[in-house]
């Protein structure tokens, strides 16, 4: 583990970015002094990280599991939240529910999360709305997997979430007057699918140079709905190459601590928020990953094909 940490303050976040093993990396944190972790660790399906093994027996992959959650366990407030993003593959379908389990005996679920890559909307007139952006499964038994799972983890399931930092408008604006808890206001919980596409990119290796990142709007809606207020402390154990250190800094969390083993991800993370240490190179040794884009829902294209349909 370095021992330099890079204390830098961007904005009005201080970014604490650390190279090295994040179990090792928590236990030099103080208990009880962080409020919001985002997450997603290696999903153990054999993706080709430049340092980490993920294909690591299951009994072994599950110890460490546990051993890297407890350390989370020991450094989060009693009214913190653990959002622990995961996904599962044909090969593996069971991996984000036996995490789960796993975890329920370290903390509490609060609640469920369906982050939503790409989806296709049937309209009442018969068209079709697709948006976002899925990997094709070439098979005939499997259905190409468009979803992944965000776990929502406290320490007693009673932790108070800002819903309506993340809440959406009424379809039917007579819901507002209708309901008496609407206090009037044209905001209503947006429920637990979440629609997050990752962003476009044309070029893998220059854009988005890591194989298994979260969109940076993913962590900013779980800051959000825990609720951003003065001197938040988040965490994120496996930073990547900083997306949810991204979204700290866009919703104004006062303090980041971030740890990864890879230093060339690193000093992507810290590229990307302009605090790289000058000379430092960037990476760029991700393996492209095989996406296809769809129209974004209610593009101009799609509302063309909409207003067209619906009559
Ligand atoms: C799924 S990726 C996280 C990507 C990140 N959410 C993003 O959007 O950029 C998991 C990361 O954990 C890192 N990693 C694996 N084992 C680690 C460990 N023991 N300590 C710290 N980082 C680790 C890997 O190098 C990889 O970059």
Redesign the pocket.
Known sequence: MSTVSNKVAAARTVFDLHH????A?MRSLPEDSVDLVV?????NLG?A????CDDQPRAEYLAWSET?AREVQRVLKSDGSFFL?VGASPANPMLPHELALLFSKIFALQNTIHWIKSITIETKSGGEISAGHFKPINSPRFLTDCHEFVFHFTKNADVKLDRLAVGVAYADKSNIARWGHTGGRDRRCRGNTWFIPYETIRDRQSQRP?P???PVAL?TRCIRLHGQRDGLVML?????????ALAARACGVGRFIG????QE?LNE?RARLEIIPPGTARCGSAKPADEIELLPLFSKENRVVAKSKIR
Request: net charge negative; charged share 15%; proline share 8%.
């Open positions: 090295g093993d994040c179990v990396g997450t997603s660790p290696p999903y993706i990280y430049s340092r980490h890297w993003n890591h298994a990142t979260f962590a994120d154990p496996f930073l990547g190459i900083g997306h949810a740890f990864e083993i890879d991800y993370a």
